[in-house]
C-alpha cells in the first residue's frame, strides 16, 4: 500500500498537474461568479416551493393569485402616491418605467415589484402547463429528428420505436403530474444548463485532461526517468506495473472528488436550491429551448445530481484505465496524451461518417466521448440520437468490458517484453 501512496504522490506533487488543478479549479470559480447576476428572480421559485408546495395545484394557484392580487395593490398603492397611476399587473408596470423614472422608487420597492412581477410570470407558465404539454405529439416529433438526421432504413425505423416507448414515459408523466412542480424558469434562467451543460462540461473536460496525465506520468515515470532497469529488472518488479494501475485509480479518484467538492459547493453556496431538491428534473419549468427536459424515469433533482456525479465518476475511472493501456503500450506520456485526445475525437465525430440507413450508425453513439461531453441530456429522452433509455449504463458497461480487456493485454504483454 505504501508503494502506492508513493505513486500517487509523484502524479499529485508534479508541477503541471498542481499548476492545471490550481488553474481549472480558479476558472469553474470564476465562471460561476460570472453568472451571479441570474441569482436576482431566483429565490422566487424556493419561496413557491416553501409556501404552496413542491407540486402545484388548481388549489394552490388560486391561492397563489389571492396573494398577487394583495401584491399588485400594495404595488398600485405605491405608484399612485409617487406617479398618480395604478397598472393591472406588474409587467404592465416595468414595460413603462423609463430608466430616469427609477430614481423616483426605492431599491427596496423596486425589488419587490420585480418579484411581483416573476411571480405573475411563474403564475401564466403555470396555468398553461397542461395546454402546452397536451399539443406536444411524439410520433410527430420522431419523424421530425428523423428528418433532421437524416435517418432511412434500419435506423428510422429503431428511433421510431424508441419514441413510441418515450410516448408511455411522457403521457405517464403528465398522469403523475410530475411537470406540474416548481421549480427554476428554464427559458428565463437556463439553470440546467449553468450546472450540467457549463459547469459540468467544465469539470468533465479539466478532469479528463489531468487524469490523462496524471496516470500516464505514472505509468511512465521509470521510463522517462531512465530507471526501468532498477525497477522491473525482478520478478515482483514486472506487477509493480498492476500497483500503478490502482495508483492512478486512486489518483484519478483524488483529483475527480477535489473538482467536484470545490466546483459544487462554490455553485450551491452562490445560488440556492434549498426547496427544491424534491422537485421532479422533468419539472415543466425545466424547459429551455423547443421541448421541456424530461428524463426516461421520475428523478428529484437531487437524484438527477446525484446520479450524474456517480456517472462522471466512472466515466473518469474509466479514462484513467484506458490511459494505463495505452501508456504500458508507448512508454511516452506525451505521447499518451496526444494519441488518447485522438482517438476521444474520432469517437466523437464518427457517427456523422456513417451511413444514416444503418443501426451502427445509431450504435456509434455509445461511445464515451459523446456520453461526457453531453451532461445535460444524461437520463433524459429528449436528446437526439442517445435518447435511448438504458444509453448511459450500456455505454459505460461496454466501455468498462473493452477497456478491462485492454489493461489484462498490456499486463501481460508487458510481463513478457523487452524494457531496456
Known amino acids: 500500500m505504501k508503494i502506492i501512496l508513493l505513486e500517487c504522490k509523484k502524479a499529485v506533487m508534479s508541477p503541471i498537474i498542481l499548476a492545471l488543478l490550481l488553474l481549472f479549479t480558479a476558472w469553474n470559480i470564476f465562471q460561476i461568479y460570472d453568472h451571479s447576476k441570474l441569482k436576482e428572480g431566483l429565490d422566487v421559485a424556493n419561496e413557491l416551493a416553501k409556501k404552496y408546495g413542491v407540486t402545484f395545484s388548481d388549489e394552490s394557484l388560486a391561492k397563489l393569485e389571492e396573494d398577487l392580487k394583495a401584491e399588485l395593490a400594495d404595488l398600485n398603492a405605491i405608484t399612485e402616491k409617487i406617479d398618480s397611476r395604478t397598472f393591472e399587473s406588474a409587467f404592465d408596470f416595468f414595460n413603462q418605467l ?3 423614472d427609477q430614481e423616483r422608487y426605492s431599491k ?13 410570470m411563474y403564475a401564466d407558465m403555470a396555468t398553461s402547463m397542461d395546454a402546452d404539454y397536451a399539443s406536444f405529439d411524439m410520433k410527430r416529433m420522431g419523424e421530425d429528428e428523423i428528418s433532421r ?3 432511412t432504413g434500419a435506423a428510422a425505423e429503431t428511433l421510431r420505436k424508441e419514441y413510441a416507448q418515450f410516448a408511455d414515459r411522457f403521457e405517464a408523466l403528465q398522469a403523475n403530474n410530475e411537470h406540474k412542480q416548481w421549480f427554476f424558469a428554464g427559458k428565463q434562467y437556463g439553470m440546467h444548463s449553468l ?3 457549463t459547469m459540468f462540461r467544465s469539470i468533465v473536460i479539466e478532469t479528463m485532461i489531468l487524469v490523462v496525465l496524471a496516470t500516464a506520468f505514472i505509468t511512465n515515470y521509470e521510463f522517462e526517468n531512465r530507471t526501468q532497469l532498477v525497477t522491473y529488472a525482478t520478478r515482483r518488479g514486472r506487477r509493480f506495473m498492476l500497483d500503478k494501475l490502482v495508483a492512478s485509480l486512486i489518483a484519478t479518484s483524488g483529483i475527480t472528488i477535489f473538482l467536484l467538492v470545490v466546483t459544487l459547493s462554490t455553485y450551491f453556496s452562490f ?3 434549498s426547496h ?3 422537485t421532479a428534473i422533468s419539472s415543466g419549468f425545466n424547459w429551455e429551448f423547443n421541448f421541456p427536459y424530461v428524463s426516461w424515469w ?6 438527477y445530481l446525484v446520479l450524474g456525479i456517480l456517472l462522471f465518476y466512472v466515466c473518469m475511472l474509466l479514462f484513467s484505465a484506458f490511459t494505463f493501456a495505452l501508456s504500458v503500450l508507448i512508454k511516452n506520456s506525451y505521447f499518451t496524451f496526444i494519441l488518447f485526445a485522438g482517438i476521444f475525437i474520432m469517437l466523437f465525430i464518427v457517427q456523422s461518417f456513417l451511413p444514416t440507413s444503418s443501426n451502427v450508425m445509431l450504435m456509434a453513439g455509445f461511445n464515451l466521448s459523446t456520453l461526457v461531453l453531453n451532461p445535460h441530456q444524461w437520463w433524459m429522452g429528449s436528446s437526439g440520437l442517445t435518447m435511448f433509455k438504458y444509453h448511459e449504463l450500456l455505454t459505460v458497461g461496454a466501455w468498462a468490458v473493452i477497456f478491462a480487456i485492454l489493461c489484462v493485454l498490456a499486463l501481460k504483454k508487458f510481463a513478457k517484453q523487452d524494457i531496456s
Open 98 to 100: 423609463k430608466f430616469e
Open 298 to 303: 421520475n428523478l428529484s433533482f437531487l437524484n
Open 271 to 273: 445560488f440556492d436550491y
Open 108 to 120: 427596496n420597492e423596486l425589488h419587490s415589484f420585480y418579484e411581483t412581477y416573476v411571480k405573475e
Open 149 to 151: 438526421f437524416g435517418l
Open 195 to 197: 450546472l450540467f451543460r
Open 276 to 278: 427544491l431538491w424534491k
